[in-house]
C-alpha cells in the first residue's frame, strides 16, 4: 500500500518558538494532503487541506496564522507550528490523498511545548 | 452534515471471545466506509473498507459490511486476540460532496484480556 512518513516522530520545543513537520509520499503522489490534530483519547480532528501549489482551507476555529502549511510538491507538505505554547501540545497526522481520493495516513508527530 | 457515530468503549473482552463494535453513519451522498485501528503512539492503519452498498471489507480476521438500507458499518470479529488491543475508528469519505473528506467516529477502544 501507499506509504506516508512524517517527521520528526517527537519534538520538545520550549515555549514561543516555532515547529515545522513534514510530510512525505514515498510512493505515490499526493494530490491532496491533510493534516489532522488528535488529542489523547479522542479523534482526529481534521485542520486543513491542502492541494500543491495552492493555499490551504482551513477548518473553522483553526488558526492560518498560527498553523502554516505548504504543499510545495506533490510529495511533501509541511506543517509549521508558529510561537507554539503548551496548549499546542498535541499528536498531528497528515494524510496523502491519491487519484481515487482514498487518503493514507503518516505514523504521527507528537509534539510537546514546554 | 455527514456525520460518524461509533459505540463508546472501552470494550473488554476476554481472549478468543466475539467482538462487534457498532458504527452507523449519515451521508448526503454515496459514502465510502473505512475501519482503522491504532496502536498506542501511533498512526492510523487501514483496517478494511468499503465502497458501496453490500461490499463486506476483510483484513485479520476483521469484517465490516457495508449496510444502505440501515446506514452501518459494523465491526466483527469472530475470535480476538491480545495483540488486537487498540482503539478502532470507523469513517466515511463522500466524493459525492466534492470535498473527499473523511469524517472520523469518536474512536472504540478495546481491550483484550489473555
Known amino acids: 500500500g501507499a506509504v506516508v512518513s512524517q517527521h520528526p516522530s517527537r519534538v520538545i520545543c520550549k515555549s514561543g518558538t516555532s515547529v515545522k513537520i513534514e510530510c512525505r509520499s514515498l510512493?505515490?503522489?499526493?494530490?491532496?494532503m491533510f493534516w489532522y490534530r488528535q488529542f489523547p483519547k479522542q479523534s482526529l480532528m481534521l485542520m486543513a487541506t491542502s492541494n500543491e501549489g495552492s493555499k490551504a482551507t482551513y477548518e473553522q476555529g483553526v488558526e492560518k496564522d498560527k498553523f502554516l502549511i505548504n504543499h510545495a510538491s506533490l510529495t511533501l507538505s509541511t506543517l509549521t507550528v508558529t510561537s507554539a505554547h503548551p496548549e499546542d501540545s498535541s499528536f498531528y497526522i497528515c494524510s496523502g490523498g491519491d487519484d481515487n481520493n482514498e487518503q493514507f495516513f503518516g505514523p504521527g508527530t507528537r509534539l510537546t511545548v514546554l | 452534515g455527514d456525520s460518524v457515530t461509533q459505540m463508546e468503549g472501552p470494550v473488554t473482552l476476554s481472549e478468543e471471545a466475539f467482538l462487534t463494535i457498532n458504527c452507523t453513519y449519515t451521508a448526503t451522498g454515496y459514502p465510502s466506509l473505512f475501519w482503522y485501528v491504532q496502536y498506542p503512539g501511533e498512526g492510523l492503519q487501514l483496517l478494511l473498507k468499503?465502497?458501496?452498498?453490500?461490499d463486506k471489507g476483510s483484513n485479520k480476521g476483521f469484517e465490516a459490511t457495508y449496510r444502505k438500507e440501515t446506514t452501518s458499518f459494523h465491526l466483527e470479529k469472530g475470535s480476538v486476540q491480545v495483540s488486537d488491543s487498540a482503539v478502532y475508528f470507523c469513517a466515511l469519505s463522500d466524493a459525492t460532496s466534492g470535498t473527499y473528506k473523511y469524517i472520523f467516529g469518536t474512536g472504540t477502544r478495546l481491550k483484550v484480556l489473555a
Open positions: 510512493d505515490f503522489q499526493a494530490t491532496t
Open positions: 468499503a465502497t458501496k452498498a453490500d
